[in-house]
């Protein structure tokens, strides 16, 4: 153990400030992400003087759940404005901050090792639990002040740069989904300098198109007025449809360290790539770079592309086998609210949701004219194109993020 090593137990001690006037009112429970979140509780006819205040630079934690999730929850309150706790969570603060920084000790806690150790505290211990004495006899690097507040600053550059693109990929998300609903549920998009030369009125070029006058007709597929110049008609008839690798006690074995990705939702909604097909599959079963992966079961109507790998049963893959459908508008398509929504009232099972092939080829799909899906998949692959760099730099970020935490260790 390096020098610099010291018990925690001589720099924080416990506190127990009630509620007792009732002048807090933020009750709040503790995530597994080591945040205060919205507490489910139900308190009505609680005593809530009973329950205990969390000032600013104040940490509550929950000992009893270490063993059950294998983390540590604990969380640091940054702000100015109190919280309240369960009476069941300790609460403690440091002695003196320009001995040891808060934030400083909270990034020693947010370490995947610190939770390790509690987990293995909990493991070895006779009575299987980790306390506040545990808590004590855990050691940490304790360099000066000014180095601890110089690892506090570079952690919180790194956080805030992931806090603004996650910000801003939201941002692009919600303009891309506002652009197609504008385009293609309102039917605003822009008209066509054909459509216009057709009316005899040029001057309605690139105005939108419903309300400058566009001719509508109602679908009673849809049940609603849409363009005279779309057609409607099932995907099933526009689509190749495939299913994903079935995974079960056949065919478990095929699982991998290494191999080819194998893609479930999880994977998919991560970005990461965790677990690997060692084996050969059915081409039948591998999504290249051109096909949308739509989640059929639990999570219904996810839908992803870009991915290359055995795509997990739990998911199918969809291409566009006809030229009225270009596949990047068949995409945003599927990507859209309203479509999602859609897939998830068609889905049904008794243990979990599930959008069976025959269901999906009888979605219902809006085919504008080929140069209108042409023209609205580049304005939106852009788009995507952005969300994409900002969460390939949000991931980088993460990494870094790890990286200034393990370096921690070494905190001179």
Request: proline share 3%; aromatic share 8%.
């Amino acid at each position: 153990m390096k020098s610099n090593y010291k018990k925690l137990g001589q720099f924080i001690s416990k506190v127990d400030k009630r509620n007792k006037d009732l002048s807090v009112d933020n009750l709040k429970g503790l995530s597994m992400t080591k945040e205060f979140r919205v507490s489910t509780s139900n308190i009505i006819g609680t005593d809530m003087s009973k329950y205990k205040i969390v000032d600013q630079w104040q940490f509550s934690c929950d000992f009893m759940s270490i063993i059950r999730v294998h983390k540590f929850p604990v969380v640091l309150n940054q702000n100015i404005e109190p919280v309240l706790v369960s009476p069941a969570y300790p609460v403690f603060k440091i002695i003196d901050n320009e001995v040891l920084d808060p934030e400083y000790l909270m990034m020693w806690f947010r370490r995947s090792e610190f939770d390790r150790y509690a987990d293995f505290k909990c493991d070895s211990a006779i009575r299987g639990g980790f306390g506040w004495t545990e808590l004590c006899d855990s050691e940490l690097p304790v360099p000066s002040i000014e180095k601890q507040r110089e690892i506090v600053r570079e952690y919180n550059v790194v956080n805030d740069r992931i806090t603004l693109n996650e910000k801003l990929t939201k941002k692009l998300e919600d303009t891309t989904q506002a652009i197609y609903k504008q385009w293609f549920v309102d039917f605003e998009f822009p008209i066509s300098k054909e459509y216009a030369e057709s009316l005899g009125k040029r001057e309605l070029e690139g105005k939108p198109y419903k309300s400058s006058g566009g001719e509508m007709e109602y679908c009673e597929n849809l049940g609603m007025q849409i363009p005279t110049i779309f057609s409607v008609s099932n995907i099933g008839n526009y689509v190749k449809l495939n299913q994903g690798q079935v995974i079960n006690a056949t065919t478990n074995h095929m699982i991998s360290k290494t191999g080819t990705p194998l893609l479930r939702i999880q994977d998919l909604k991560s970005g990461e790539e965790c677990v690997f097909m060692n084996q050969d599959v059915s081409k039948t079963k591998i999504a290249t770079s051109a096909d949308i992966i739509v989640s059929r079961t639990g999570i219904v109507g996810l839908s992803f592309r870009g991915r290359v790998g055995v795509v997990h049963n739990n998911c199918f893959m969809v291409k566009s086998l006809s030229s009225k459908l270009d596949n990047d508008y068949l995409f945003h398509f599927l990507r859209s609210k309203g479509i999602s929504r859609k897939m998830e009232e068609m889905a049904s099972g008794s243990v979990q949701d599930d959008l069976s092939h025959s269901k999906f080829r009888q979605l219902p799909i809006t085919l504008p004219s080929e140069q209108l899906q042409i023209t609205a998949a580049n304005t939106l692959n852009k788009l995507e194109y952005s969300v994409t760099l900002k969460k390939e730099q949000v991931k980088l970020l993460k990494h870094l993020k790890i990286v200034v935490l393990a370096r921690m260790s070494g905190a001179q």
